[in-house]
């Protein structure tokens, strides 16, 4: 079956460093049909290296769409070749309403699948491209024995643990040891870990006491102050009568 779509570029995806932060290489899928719309998704054999926006969607006659594929930051070996590998799978969309996550089962038979793989090249290699090129066919003729030719064919750890089947790319970022920054250690101290210790304690004593003691200090003058004193209301009485009677004898006795 022929493709159903045009992709931009078409065989591989180049990433150029350096790769201590996000790298984004563009894919450009194209529609060419003038009547029909086209179903896309995007797959790679490293979802939790990658970020794919918008990882799938459907195009309409004669339109494209940018999507981004973005590579999560990494320890870029130059010896290490890369075997990362994304896939497109389009198909020509049903009418009428659709169901992105059924219409690829409802019809596996129309999916049209290409395989792009990834490039890493950091700002120097493209000039020393010429010169490796070269050099390889010498180092091929000087190989000192079939072990060591068969030894430079196998894969390096990290690239055989990768996956070899393609999954579909997320939209976000996955937790990844490669991804990961380097966790931030305590800061170095020249005294002994006892000591340390020691002094922990000591001054989560300290700060103890220290709480203990303003619970139990004296309140603030103005919150402590007394009211003034107060005669109880009997000898207040007492105090009223007596002094009418010393005036109403003093009126009696000037009479």
Known sequence: MSAIADLEPSTELRFRGPFDHVVTSILKITNPCNSRRVCFKVKTTAPKRYCVRPNSGIIDPTE?????????????????????????????????????????????????????????????????????????????????????????????????????????????????????????????????????????????AASTTSAAASTSSPAPLEATAQQPQRFPPAVVLVLIVILAGWLLGQLVFRS
Not at 122 to 131: I, Q
């Open 64 to 204: 494209s769409v940018d999507v981004q594929v973005m590579l999560q930051p990494f320890s870029y070996d130059p010896n290490e070749k890369s075997r990362h590998k994304f896939m497109v799978q389009t198909m020509y969309a049903p009418e009428g309403e659709i169901d992105l996550d059924a219409v690829w089962k409802a019809n596996p038979g129309d999916v049209i699948d290409t395989k792009l793989k990834c490039v890493f090249e950091m700002p120097d290699d493209a000039s020393a491209a010429s010169s490796a090129k070269s050099g390889s066919a010498l180092s091929s003729t000087t190989a000192s024995s079939p072990a060591e030719l068969a030894a430079a064919s196998q894969p390096s750890p990290s690239s055989s643990s990768e996956e070899k089947t393609f999954r579909p790319a997320t939209t976000k970022p996955q937790s990844s040891e490669s991804a990961s920054p380097p966790s931030s250690s305590p800061l170095a101290t020249s005294e002994p870990v006892g000591e340390s210790a020691g002094v922990r304690q000591r001054t989560a």
